[in-house]
């Protein structure tokens, strides 16, 4: 399965990175396993982990409606059963038999507890060096499928950074075809993450910074597609900030204007000086979601609400 394969990958590397086992067991994401426990247990027994392994607190018995009932007063459940948002009425019996799923499923959670003291094996490395590219794919392409990515990372010629920026360049120009506004400006966005991968830092404030122009100017975007449209994405002012605060770009107005012409931008929706100016205080730590407030009021509503 990919995504499984996906998540051994991010766990060997962290472990590979100096990160501890509990930092990668708190942090990660293991939706294809039952719970983190799980799947360290299986890189162990697959052989890409070796050395001391326990899982300890499995198997406790759960408690029962009987025991709850006798320990809480019907205060003390709708109590319980607000805080993990469930429904407060009904009879005392009912409360209990809520109240028993969340205690149960949080004594489960909280009762196991891993004891490990594990190496990578040699043929983790050996994964891990196969599949460097998933790393690639974690840092700048997360918005996409994996499985196309590992599709055409398996049928490109091309190293690692070449092969993310053509995907990217396929997915832009399919976007524009059809009309997908939002996977185009999310494929540009990729595009500069790849860069900034590569630490090609001058190549990725080109392309996040024509995300926030074009975000700003759509070149296509239907009343459906804008009902929940981002017209500044916080993420995108937070890395345009700090490329701009550690690398030497030289004048921010120039490059914006270099950038603006090369977007080549047929409809205007947010003047070419307004825009500008409203880079400067997004970047300045204005509030984003007011900012978006007044530029839908502004600009944005008559020309693409319903």
Not at 156 to 174: G, K, P, W, Y
Not at 272 to 289: F, P, R, T, V
């Amino acid at each position: 399965m990919s995504e499984q394969k996906l998540e051994i990958f991010n766990v060997l590397n962290f472990l590979d990175n100096g990160y501890e086992l509990d930092d990668i067991l708190n942090e990660g994401n293991f939706g294809t396993f039952p719970s983190a426990q799980d799947c360290i247990k299986h890189l162990v027994d697959e052989g890409y982990l070796e050395g001391d392994f326990e899982v300890s607190g499995v198997g406790n018995e759960e408690l029962t409606a009987e025991e709850v009932s006798k320990k809480y007063t019907v205060a003390q459940l709708k109590d319980i059963l607000r805080e993990n948002n469930l429904k407060v009425s009904g009879k005392k019996q009912e409360l209990v038999e809520r109240v028993l799923t969340v205690l149960n499923t949080n004594d489960a959670e909280s009762d196991e507890e891993i004891s490990a003291d594990l190496d990578l094996t040699d043929k983790a490395k050996e994964f891990l060096k196969e599949n460097e590219w998933m790393d690639l794919y974690m840092f700048a392409l997360v918005a996409f499928r994996f499985e196309d990515y590992e599709t055409y990372m398996k049928n490109s010629s091309e190293d690692n950074v070449q092969t993310a920026l053509n995907f990217c360049d396929e997915i832009i120009s399919r976007a524009l075809i059809s009309n997908q506004f939002l996977v185009f400006i999310d494929a540009l966005s990729a595009k500069a993450h790849v860069y900034a991968y590569d630490k090609d830092y001058e190549s990725f404030l080109e392309y996040d910074l024509q995300r926030f122009i074009l975000g700003l100017n759509p070149i296509m975007m239907d009343p459906q597609t804008y009902a929940t449209y981002e017209v500044i994405n916080y993420a995108n002012v937070i890395n345009l900030k700090n490329v701009v605060e550690q690398v030497n770009i030289g004048s921010l107005k120039k490059r914006f204007d270099r950038i603006w012409n090369k977007s080549n931008i047929k409809s205007t929706t947010v003047p070419k000086k307004a825009c500008y100016k409203i880079l400067q205080k997004a970047m300045s730590g204005a509030d984003i979601e007011e900012l978006n407030f007044d530029l839908r009021q502004k600009y944005f509503d008559k020309k693409f609400g319903i």
